[in-house]
């Protein structure tokens, strides 16, 4: 997926992801849940990379697997730093520490992810102190974290105050800021927007495009919205089952759907367009397949309306159909004749 204008800033190649099931009893055999069941992805220095598909396909375990808060159960992941490719799961505890500080996460729910008993100041600078940016006490740390706070839409006054005093918003702007407050290179945004109100949304959006085109950040913004994917991001790719199913920019994935299962995600985004309401909605039947024991052959044909023979006894091979256009697919939509 590399081309020559792009700088690979992360390499996920055959990546897995398994958690094991408890036994019920001593002589069965371990089952796992196949949480990622072998990506392999390029993430361009400077692209927001969004990521989509239905809750509990994998997306945030991807996320986290990227940064090494859940060690890979199989495959590499690839850093590039200074010209070198770095292999973070080869990564001693110190080395993967130190470079935390340029790999950063802005998680889900506003109101967990912030330490109650701390203020705004404190959690914005505890990663400032943990990584040696400033030491405690130094008045040019405040001054930081004040720059940092008026970045991200906060006002000074909230720097001795503490997360229940704020709306979901406000706590969310708190995370996005103790997340850039070290200068990272790479910001997963693990559903950054979802329990947020529409209106928030818009502002939290414009925020994080605003502070990508300030510091040339790369994002992989997780989410269900294709809505606010759209938005967003450069590239997209659509998950399902553990497995990227399709991957395009955004234009072209729009405007040139190739996977069944993309094509049903889109038909259920809420218009107020007279003639997009016009077009078929697609239900998709039945629940998704269980990560233990997912169906043979390729994992959507439970559910997919196009599905053959093929589909039930054969993975489909990840294919290129131009433009940077991927998908993994017997049929794609359009090329019906293959």
Same mark, same amino acid.
């Given at each position: 997926?590399?081309?020559?204008?792009?700088?690979?800033?992360?390499?996920? =190649?055959?990546? @897995?992801?398994?958690?094991?099931?408890?036994?019920?009893?001593?002589?069965?055999?371990?089952?796992?849940?196949?949480?990622?069941?072998?990506?392999?992805?390029?993430?361009?220095?400077?692209?927001?990379?969004?990521?989509?598909?239905?809750?509990?396909?994998? @997306?945030?375990?991807?996320?986290?697997?990227?940064?090494?808060?859940?060690?890979?159960?199989? /495959?590499?992941?690839?850093?590039?730093?200074?010209?070198?490719? !770095?292999?973070?799961?080869?990564?001693?505890?110190?080395?993967?520490?130190?470079?935390?500080?340029?790999?950063?996460? !802005?998680?889900?729910?506003?109101?967990?992810?912030?330490?109650?008993?701390?203020?705004?100041? =404190?959690?914005?600078?505890?990663?400032?102190?943990?990584?040696?940016?400033?030491?405690?006490?130094?008045?040019?740390?405040?001054?930081?974290?004040?720059?940092?706070?008026?970045?991200?839409?906060?006002?000074?006054?909230?720097?001795?105050?503490?997360?229940? =005093?704020?709306?979901?918003?406000?706590?969310?702007?708190? /995370?996005?800021?103790?997340?850039?407050?070290?200068?990272?290179?790479?910001?997963?945004?693990?559903?950054?927007?979802?329990?947020?109100?529409?209106?928030?949304?818009?502002?939290?959006?414009?925020?994080?495009?605003?502070?990508?085109?300030?510091?040339?950040?790369?994002?992989?913004?997780?989410?269900?919205?294709?809505?606010?994917? @759209?938005?967003?991001?450069?590239?997209?790719?659509?998950?399902?089952?553990?497995?990227?199913?399709?991957?395009?920019?955004?234009?072209?994935?729009?405007?040139?759907?190739?996977?069944?299962?993309?094509?049903?995600?889109?038909?259920?985004?809420?218009?107020?367009? !007279?003639?997009?309401?016009?077009?078929?909605?697609?239900?998709?039947?039945?629940?998704?397949?269980?990560?233990?024991?997912?169906?043979?052959?390729?994992?959507?044909?439970?559910?997919?309306?196009?599905?053959?023979?093929?589909?039930?006894? =054969?993975?489909?091979?990840?294919?290129?159909? /131009?433009?940077?256009?991927?998908?993994?697919?017997?049929?794609?939509?359009?090329?019906?004749?293959?």
């Amino acid at each position: 997926m590399q081309t020559n204008e792009k700088k690979v800033l992360l390499r996920i =190649q055959d990546v @897995k992801q398994y958690f094991p099931i408890k036994k019920t009893h001593f002589r069965e055999k371990q089952k796992y849940v196949k949480a990622n069941d072998g990506i392999t992805l390029d993430i361009y220095e400077g692209e927001t990379f969004g990521l989509v598909g239905e809750s509990g396909c994998g @997306k945030s375990t991807f996320g986290r697997t990227i940064l090494q808060l859940y060690p890979q159960t199989h /495959g590499e992941i690839l850093y590039q730093k200074d010209g070198e490719w !770095v292999d973070l799961k080869a990564q001693d505890r110190e080395s993967m520490r130190s470079l935390r500080k340029e790999l950063q996460i !802005v998680f889900q729910d506003p109101y967990s992810s912030l330490n109650p008993r701390m203020t705004v100041g =404190q959690i914005i600078g505890e990663g400032l102190l943990s990584h040696g940016m400033f030491k405690r006490g130094d008045g040019a740390m405040k001054d930081y974290i004040f720059q940092i706070m008026e970045d991200c839409g906060l006002s000074t006054y909230m720097f001795g105050r503490y997360p229940h =005093q704020f709306s979901g918003g406000q706590r969310q702007r708190i /995370g996005i800021a103790r997340s850039l407050a070290l200068r990272p290179r790479f910001v997963v945004c693990d559903e950054a927007v979802s329990a947020l109100d529409v209106s928030i949304q818009s502002q939290i959006l414009n925020l994080l495009r605003d502070l990508k085109e300030k510091d040339n950040l790369t994002y992989l913004f997780i989410t269900h919205d294709l809505s606010v994917v @759209k938005y967003v991001s450069d590239r997209i790719g659509v998950m399902y089952l553990g497995n990227l199913v399709e991957v395009s920019e955004t234009g072209e994935l729009f405007e040139n759907t190739m996977h069944p299962y993309t094509e049903a995600l889109l038909s259920a985004i809420p218009t107020t367009d !007279v003639n997009d309401r016009k077009k078929e909605r697609i239900l998709l039947e039945g629940d998704i397949p269980s990560p233990v024991n997912p169906p043979r052959g390729c994992k959507f044909h439970t559910r997919c309306r196009y599905c053959q023979e093929v589909c039930t006894q =054969q993975e489909p091979e990840w294919t290129n159909v /131009g433009k940077g256009h991927y998908v993994a697919c017997h049929f794609p939509l359009g090329r019906k004749e293959k």
